[in-house]
């Protein structure tokens, strides 16, 4: 049976090393065009606007824009290679110069990052859930590096483009971790046998994406792919988390507040911007006001146990943990204090939000935009955040978008300080008669309703 731990292709590199222009032709079974296949290369990129010398450019045919129509902008800027779909109009002059033709550039750099995993005996850890990937990415990083060079994906690259691009970076690294999202069965099993990770983390089992799936059971087994590319190795997850609760695996280790697991929070102290909790009877705080923080912070620490990492190092990368912009994230201002949780909506992460803004002494200001991706739950879903808000005694609650409409419906027939808008060009109109002096105001929606544009009104105004 093939150990992807211990196989070793021969003429190909080793820990470290980069592969070459041969490899990547022969593993990717493409047509090369150019002269020289010893060029050097130092990373693929596939954005052709951040094309420096001697980057690997990788056209990606998108929804509305076709990389592969920009490889002359790549090779003009010094790129050493260019892995390009097979159908791209090479124009004549370009017919010599270092371009490799493949059936599909996703699927060839996929093949390239599994071929470079396949030579590194390294932790890899792989996140995925509903919520709080990237808050449980940033924090194993930050505990991981006190004993790790780590190599972390950056941003949102979770998906079957930005996994492989992370993977391909790997050079002298002792740790990797991903994070794995998903919309679809499928996407993560192609994720996980890519990266063959030696840990899986399931952070929470929550609605994200249920209008694709159509059940939080599907959600799960979704999910649970992350186990197609673990060799029974470890998986760690949340066991507060209903749906996590019921699973049964072998080298399972579990974290939780509520629920018996191995490693449980005690004596849990949740200020407005500051949470901590004992584990063991050690004290760790972490820079957020939240029990779902707490939970990502218990995650983190199994990992770090399982790793060999110190406890007193493990408590120090949490105190001083920097999260991923957008998150929760504090921004105070000469008149008013803004939390920017913009990145992204679901129910669970509203409610977490709306826990939060409830401990803020001043009036308590909701800024809620759309939750996509629900289908035919929407609108359920969305009378239920309307709830979710009366119940955290929101005091002024603005809602934007199709959807929120329930939840300014519901929240209205009991707290008439409720205002709703179709548009961020609404509100924008508006709002200067809604925000007062000393407000805390917390933006929340999804990513693609773009209420960062909201927060930076506010930031350049008050």
């Given amino acids: 049976m093939f150990d992807y731990k211990y ?16 490899d990547i032709i022969r593993i990717t079974n493409g047509v ?23 980057n690997i450019y990788v056209g990606i045919k998108g929804e509305t824009i076709n990389g592969n129509n ?21 124009e004549k002059e370009d017919k010599t110069k270092n371009i490799l033709l493949v059936d599909n550039t996703i699927e060839a750099i996929q093949k390239l990052a599994k071929e470079k995993r396949a030579h590194y005996n390294i932790p890899v850890i792989a996140i995925t859930g509903s919520v709080g990937k990237t808050s449980v990415k940033d924090m194993i990083y930050a505990v991981l590096k006190k004993k790790y060079n780590v190599l972390c994906s950056k941003g949102n690259h979770n998906n079957h ?13 002792d740790a990797l971790i991903v994070e794995m999202g998903m919309n679809h069965f499928g996407e993560i099993h192609t994720l996980a046998n890519i990266a063959k990770p030696t840990i899986a983390v399931i952070t929470n089992i929550g609605t994200a994406h249920i209008g694709n799936l159509g059940s939080r059971e599907n959600i799960l087994k979704a999910k649970l792919e992350i186990l197609d590319g673990v060799n029974n190795e470890t998986l760690i997850i949340n066991n507060d988390n209903d749906l996590l609760h019921t699973v049964k695996y072998e080298n399972l280790i579990t974290t939780g507040i509520y629920n018996q697991s191995d490693y449980m929070a005690k004596n849990i102290n949740i200020d407005i911007f500051e949470s901590s909790f004992t584990i063991d ?30 406890k007193e190092d493990i408590k120090d990368a949490l105190k001083n943990i920097t999260l991923t912009p957008h998150r929760l994230e504090l921004i105070k201002k000469e008149k008013i204090t803004i939390i920017d949780d913009t990145y992204n909506a679901s129910l669970d992460s509203v409610k977490n939000a709306a826990e939060l803004l409830k401990k803020v002494n001043t009036r308590k200001v909701f800024i809620f935009a759309d939750i996509l991706e629900l289908d035919e739950y929407g609108e359920q879903i969305h009378k239920e955040i309307g709830q979710i808000l009366l119940d955290n005694k ?22 008439k300080n409720s205002y709703h808008y179709n548009n961020n060009d609404e509100l924008l109109k508006e709002i200067k008669n809604l925000i007062k002096d000393n407000d805390t105001i917390l933006l929340k929606g999804s ?6 544009e909201i927060v930076e009104y506010l930031k350049t105004s008050y």
């Fill in 32 to 54: 090369f065009l150019g002269k020289s296949e010893n060029t050097k290369y130092n990373k693929f990129v596939f954005d052709s606007r951040k094309v420096e010398k001697n």
């Fill in 447 to 452: 990513h693609a309703m773009n209420l960062l």
């Fill in 70 to 90: 920009f490889y002359k902008e790549a090779l003009s800027k010094g790129a050493s290679l260019c892995i390009l779909d097979n159908d791209t109009n090479i």
């Fill in 394 to 415: 929101i005091d002024l609650l603005i809602t934007v978008g199709t959807l929120s409409k329930y939840t300014h419906e519901v929240f209205n027939k009991l707290n």
């Fill in 281 to 310: 009877n050690i004290k760790y705080t972490i820079p957020v006001g939240s029990e779902a923080f707490i939970n990502n912070a218990l995650l983190a620490y199994a990992v770090g146990i399982k790793l060999g990492v110190d």
């Fill in 7 to 22: 196989h070793i292709w021969y003429n190909t590199p080793r820990k470290g090393e980069k592969m070459n222009i041969k």
């Fill in 161 to 173: 483009i930005g996994v492989p691009m992370t993977l391909l970076e790997l050079n002298n690294h």
